[in-house]
């Protein structure tokens, strides 16, 4: 099986083109190539495959086994592979995902995709829709008592859930104590994203996810999503926020036509064969 490595402002994936491959159980082959030790060694596995009323379909799967809906560091990449790769040579195309079909344009320098802005589509904020099991027409700032801490938790759905909760220093918040037992809590029937995230100003956030069957990971881009629209519902950021990930920067804006556009990089690594 030929593969590319590829990521996201260090969000990374071992991309197949469906086009050409053929898997028959990515949940055993995600986990076996995402290894990295004894894999290819990545957050994840991503399927490029035929799209029925899109260019192409994007199947996600995390390092352990479990299907993703959407990942927005991973759409990137799928539209510079397919760009680049000879699938849809358009610099604005269309991708399915198990959040919808999704529209992305593509910013191109002499053949090569340098940065892709995502539509991200409307997000939801009902608590059926995320899904959380609170009451209310929205989750903002609402009590989560975990260990000895009562977290705010503000809870939005970029196709699929997202926890994002305020820190005042997100560098040494200990992600890795807290992040585990919420994306695990009761209150999240299908489990979480959770965004530990620190106001900069009204204009930049910094932040760090622990993403939901992958652990931390260097960045997400559903959940920079999600932190932008929680920033504006809890009256601390403006529509248009710059994130600093762990991997990178990526600029995101919820618009008045109610959907949230992302815009940043996606780079190719090398190419190889999976001989397992």
Request: charged share 25%; net charge negative.
């Amino acid at each position: 099986m030929k593969f590319t490595k590829m990521h996201g402002i260090g969000n990374d994936y071992v991309c197949v083109n469906c086009f050409e491959e053929q898997i028959d159980d990515p949940a055993e082959l995600a986990r076996k190539v995402s290894d990295r030790h004894f894999g290819v060694g990545s957050d994840g596995l991503i399927l490029i495959r035929p799209g029925d009323v899109a260019d192409c379909r994007m199947q996600m799967f995390n390092s352990d086994g479990s299907e993703a809906e959407m990942c927005g560091n991973g759409i990137r990449c799928v539209a510079k592979y397919a760009y680049e790769h000879g699938i849809a040579r358009k610099e604005e195309m269309t991708v399915e995902t198990g959040a919808g079909v999704l529209t992305l344009r593509l910013f191109v320098n002499d053949g090569v995709v340098e940065e892709v802005s995502v539509n991200m589509g409307e997000p939801r904020l009902s608590p059926a829709e995320i899904p959380v099991t609170l009451s209310g027409e929205k989750v903002v700032s609402a009590p989560l008592n975990v260990l000895d801490r009562k977290f705010k938790i503000t809870c939005v759905s970029m196709g699929n859930p997202h926890c994002v909760i305020f820190v005042d220093d997100v560098g040494n918040f200990p992600v890795g104590k807290y992040g585990p037992l919420i994306e695990a809590h009761d209150i999240f029937p299908r489990k979480t994203n959770v965004e530990f995230v620190e106001l900069v100003n009204s204009g930049e956030v910094i932040q760090r996810t622990w993403e939901r069957g992958s652990g931390e990971t260097l960045a997400c881009g559903t959940g920079a999503s999600a932190a932008c629209v929680a920033g504006v519902l809890n009256d601390l950021t403006r529509c248009a926020v710059l994130v600093h990930l762990s991997g990178g920067d990526l600029k995101l804006e919820w618009k008045k036509d109610n959907r949230v556009y992302m815009t940043g990089p996606a780079v190719e690594v090398f190419a190889g064969e999976w001989k397992g």
